[in-house]
């Protein structure tokens, strides 16, 4: 399956939770298994065929860029976007997808998944969603934006609401968005795709959102506190499923 042109890695967030784990580095730049986060992400990408990756920074630019540099060495071709102030999450994907001619995929720098790309795409195509969302239960969802999910299709998207507790299925910040759900996006900044348009698509007949459910061989491993990034760093793996068994990214 063809992947599509582009991708977006959203790594201009401050940390603040987990700043001072590592002073001098960003939170993307965070080293798990000798590497740092976002270097999992961009082979990650590159193991589904993506070449054309924009990341978007703010917080110390310069480590991100010194490391990668234009990406050839990665196997990929890198853009970077520094953001003097934060647009948030949408507002970012609006400026930097605007025009695109197929979807764009948007994944979030301080999370780490073995998702299957492709099998995503395969769902983002079978339903003529506009937008897809991936999801994965966490057992304590408080700190995290839930996804209900009818066929397939997103019906509704709460950020961080205080009333739902317990096992949840939760937004994975790794999403498909066609150029119609771009065109779609607030104009303000700065927008937030948990806060200020997911609840919105998830109601809204004008777009039709998909939920693409992570298995647990794909996972979701995120590092918003130093406890969770101790937990990543002990059980993460690089890797892409592939049927009953997790394959290396070469």
Not at 85 to 107: D, F, K, N, S
């Amino acid at each position: 399956m063809a992947a599509p042109g582009r991708a977006i890695v959203l790594a201009a967030g401050l940390g603040r939770r987990i700043n001072g784990a590592e002073p001098g580095r960003p939170k993307c730049m965070l080293e798990v298994g000798g590497k740092p986060i976002l270097e999992h992400i961009v082979a990650h990408l590159a193991g589904f065929g993506y070449q054309d990756i924009t990341i978007n920074t703010h917080h110390l630019p310069e480590v991100v860029e010194t490391h990668f540099g234009s990406g050839a060495a990665f196997g990929v071709s890198l853009r970077y976007e520094f953001e003097p102030e934060l647009l948030g999450t949408a507002g970012t994907v609006r400026r930097l997808a605007a025009g695109a001619g197929q979807p764009v995929l948007i994944w979030y720098g301080d999370n780490l998944s073995r998702v299957d790309l492709d099998a995503m795409m395969a769902v983002h195509r079978s339903r003529e969603s506009q937008f897809t969302v991936a999801a994965h239960v966490r057992e304590d969802c408080r700190d995290s934006g839930t996804v209900e999910l009818d066929d397939g299709l997103v019906t509704s998207f709460r950020e961080k609401d205080p009333a739902v507790r317990g096992p949840q299925l939760v937004n994975a910040g790794i999403y498909l968005a066609d150029p119609a759900a771009i065109a779609l996006l607030p104009d303000f900044t700065p927008c937030d795709f948990g806060i200020d348009v997911l609840p919105h698509f998830a109601r809204w007949p004008a777009v039709r959102m998909a939920g693409y459910e992570l298995s647990a061989a794909e996972g979701l491993w995120w590092s918003d506190r130093p406890i969770d990034l101790q937990r990543t760093r002990k059980t993460f793996t690089p890797g892409i499923p592939d049927g009953n068994r997790t394959r290396a990214i070469t």
